[in-house]
């Protein structure tokens, strides 16, 4: 079992530029990346979400990368038509003065200026980064997911646990149903009960009222959580099925019956499997 939360922190130097890759994951219904990065590394975009895509199922996930350069190269160059235009426009004032070198330069436009990056060199050190960083992430989203998985299955043994108060009184139930039938006909006729009339208005309300498929169902659902939990990594949406099929069984067990301990049993079902549903929803 992984969480879908998790954190992650990578730093890596070089000599002309330093590297920080953080990943940050929260709880989602489906896989959402986030990557923000610096606009002229966008093209890595793609290549950053199959890294991401590689150690996660499900769940939001920000990418963050950020790099400070030292002493990047940098191209110069003088753009003439915005320089032209200035001394023109100060010509055209018809004052005997002409802009000099510096302040002509210092005009918005005239000087255009771009760092040389080569993306092969900057994603030479940001994949070996964001790698360890994914790797650190997965880590602590199986640390925390084994908790939760042990906390889950803790749950799961409480739903048993009131499930088998449910079973052993089921003898009660079905008598209960039976004595509240003959205690109507005495109302209705006395003492001078047809036995056989009592089995037939018996047999009819236990079939309304037994829990017994529910319970067998229940149990069958109980057994594939467990087994689901066990053999698969990222159970989640599985598992979520089976906790609205769980919660279903133990609604109509909580409905038919009339027994205090029953009732409280159900409640105590009801109470654990709120506790998983809370907290598969952080699990992938």
Not at 163 to 189: A, C, D, H, Y
Request: some cysteine; hydrophobic content about 40%.
């Amino acid at each position: 079992m992984i969480s879908m939360t998790g954190f992650a922190c990578v730093e890596k130097a070089e000599e002309d530029f330093f590297v920080t890759v953080e990943i940050r994951g929260y709880n989602n219904r489906f896989l959402e990346v986030q990557v923000n990065t610096p606009v002229w590394l966008s093209r890595l975009e793609p290549k950053i979400r199959e890294i991401i895509g590689g150690v996660c199922g499900r769940g939001k996930v920000e990418v963050f990368l950020r790099v400070k350069e030292f002493n990047a190269p940098l191209n110069v160059s003088v753009n003439i038509n915005a320089a032209k235009a200035y001394m023109d426009a100060v010509s055209a004032l018809g004052i005997d003065e002409k802009l000099n070198l510096s302040t002509l330069i210092a005009l918005e436009g005239v000087l255009e200026t771009e760092k040389v990056r080569d993306d092969v060199k900057y994603w030479e050190v940001i994949e070996p980064a964001l790698k360890e960083a994914a790797g650190i992430f997965l880590s602590e989203r199986v640390r925390e997911g084994k908790h939760t998985e042990e906390n889950i299955l803790n749950y799961v043994s409480q739903i048993e646990l009131s499930l088998q108060t449910v079973i052993t009184r089921i003898g009660e139930l079905e008598n209960t149903i039976k004595e509240n039938i003959k205690n109507r006909f005495r109302e209705l006729i006395g003492d001078g009960i047809d036995e056989n009339r009592v089995l037939t208005e018996t047999a009819v309300l236990l079939m309304k009222y037994t829990v017994a498929e529910e319970i067998s169902r229940l149990s069958s659902h109980l057994a594939e959580f467990r087994s689901e939990t066990a053999k698969n990594d990222r159970p989640g949406k599985k598992l979520d099925f089976l906790s609205q099929e769980i919660n279903r069984e133990i609604n109509t067990i909580g409905s038919k019956s009339t027994i205090i301990e029953v009732n409280r049993a159900v409640v105590e079902m009801k109470e654990a499997l709120e506790n998983i549903r809370e907290q598969l929803r952080n699990v992938e």
